[in-house]
């Protein structure tokens, strides 16, 4: 096993480990920064795959912004911080169960597919790959609708928690 594997085992079973107290925590704050822990592991993800660029955005856009508005969202809605019911409903298991069945049936789909062995061809040295990504976005015919669609969401998300804290008492 090469270094780069013992990384990427480590990185995914820290992921996978935070994804699941993203979960199961039951400190919305907590909760929060648990989502950052396996945000940032998907960007060490991307480093390890040499998307440089991709790996910037998801510390810059989804670390930076998603998470901070995330938890923005949950102090300004003054909600108790920690949540005194039960943390599992009566069916549990049935989610359990799809989630399983739905991964075998991946794993079935997907086990002589040849797509494991091969490996992308490499990109010419003249692809610019970060200019094409800009032009795609401000490009009307490519990327800037729902660029822009996303945008008007964020914004409209911040506003309706800024509406939910300071309500009519």
């Known amino acids: 096993m090469t270094g780069e594997q013992i990384i ?12 699941l107290m993203v979960v199961t925590t039951r400190n919305l704050v907590h909760a929060a920064f648990w989502l950052v822990a396996a945000l940032f592991g998907v960007a060490v993800v991307f480093a390890l795959l040499s998307a440089n660029f991709l790996a910037v955005v998801q510390v810059v856009v989804y670390i930076g912004a998603i998470s901070i508005l995330f938890i923005f969202a949950v102090m300004l809605t003054r909600k108790e911080m920690r949540d005194r019911g039960a943390q599992l409903n009566r069916n549990w298991w049935f989610g359990a169960l799809l989630a399983v069945s739905t991964f ?13 062995s091969k490996t992308a061809p490499a990109y010419p040295a003249s692809f610019d790959a970060v200019s094409e990504l800009g032009n795609a976005l401000v490009s009307p015919n490519a990327y800037v609708l729902p660029f822009e669609v996303a945008s008007v969401l964020l914004a409209a998300a911040l506003v309706g928690a800024v509406y939910v804290a300071f309500g009519r008492k």
Do not use: I, K, M, Q
């Open 8 to 19: 990427f085992l480590v990185v995914a079973f820290f992921t996978l480990g935070s994804g």
């Open 104 to 116: 075998g049936g991946l794993f079935f789909l997907l086990r002589g597919w040849e797509g494991f």
